[in-house]
Every structure is written in structure tokens, then in C-alpha cells.
């Protein structure tokens, strides 16, 4: 996620260890998939993105631009690979149960309750909320779905 600090207090480098990982990853799981994927004539890419690809708030400047410039690229993908039969679809989790957020969970009270109340369905995620979804996206079950924004949120975004 990099640093919290607003847009004017970043610097280059912080901006570039976040697009470095989040965009660049990206771009280049893409552009070295896609050969493979054309020869065998159908595919699935399933980009991560976030919450924060698709919604802002007032934290984590890098980290919003970066989700949401994983989110139009894979809009803006799907497009050009859909003629070739390459699906293009990115997931959006929401506060997710992983080993790093249950560590700040348990060294920040109010933490996990906090993050609960931001998402109506009334608990946070686990991993295998996002597996699932994206085992459905990369799934001949989702052959007519390109172009996708899936938030796996527990209705953050619905709000």
C-alpha cells in the first residue's frame, strides 16, 4: 500500500514503489501472458485490484491511483483481447482476513471494529472469499463476462 501521506506530501519515490508493484506487475503478468494465451486460443487473465481501484477515501494516495490504474487497464485490455477470446476481468476485495490484517488487528484495538462497520454485510472477509470469485472469473462458468469490476466487499461499495 506504501506510505499514508496525502498527494502533496509524497514523494517520487514513494509514488514509484507502489506503481512499481501494483501497475508494473500488472503490465508485465499481461504482456508475457498473452502470447501464451493467443496460441492456445482462449484465456483468463483475473488482475487484482481493490476497494480503493474503485471508491476514494482520505488515505493512501499511491495505492488509489495504482488500484484504479489496474482497473481501467483491465477494462481497456479486455477490449483489445476479447477478439482473441481472452477474458479480462479484476476483483476488488474489500478489509480481507489475511495473516497482515489480523496482525494489525491485534496490535491496534478497535481495529477489526472499526473495519466491520465499513462493510454492511457485518464481518470482514477471508481468503478464500476472493479465491472463490476468481476461480469463477478464470471459469469457462464466466465465458461471456470481460471487462468486469467485481468487488468482493462485503458492500463497501455499495454504499
Do not use: C
Not at 480503493?52 to 488515505?59: A, D, I, Q
Not at 494489525?104 to 462497520?117: C, F, M, R, V
Not at 470482514?124 to 470469485?133: I, N, R
Amino acid at each position: 500500500t506504501g506510505v499514508d501521506k496525502p498527494t502533496h506530501e509524497l514523494s517520487e519515490e514513494e509514488w514509484d514503489f507502489v506503481f512499481n508493484v501494483d501497475v508494473k506487475g500488472v503490465f508485465f503478468s499481461t504482456k508475457h501472458a498473452i502470447p501464451y494465451l493467443k496460441k492456445n486460443g482462449k484465456g483468463s487473465i483475473v488482475n487484482f485490484s481493490s476497494i480503493y481501484g474503485l471508491v476514494g477515501s482520505h488515505e493512501l494516495t499511491a495505492y488509489h491511483a495504482a488500484k484504479g490504474a489496474v482497473t481501467l487497464m483491465t477494462k481497456k485490455d479486455a477490449i483489445t483481447y476479447g477478439p482473441d477470446n481472452i477474458r479480462v476481468n479484476s476483483v476488488h476485495p474489500g478489509t480481507i482476513l489475511t495473516p497482515l490484517v489480523q496482525q494489525l488487528a491485534d496490535n491496534s484495538p478497535g481495529y477489526k471494529e472499526n473495519q466491520i462497520k465499513k462493510h454492511p454485510i457485518g464481518f470482514l472477509g477471508k481468503p478464500e472469499d476472493v479465491s472463490y470469485a476468481v476461480l469463477f472469473l478464470a471459469s469457462d462458468e464466466a465465458r461471456f463476462i470481460t471487462g468486469a469490476s467485481l468487488a468482493v466487499d462485503g458492500g463497501y461499495t455499495a454504499q
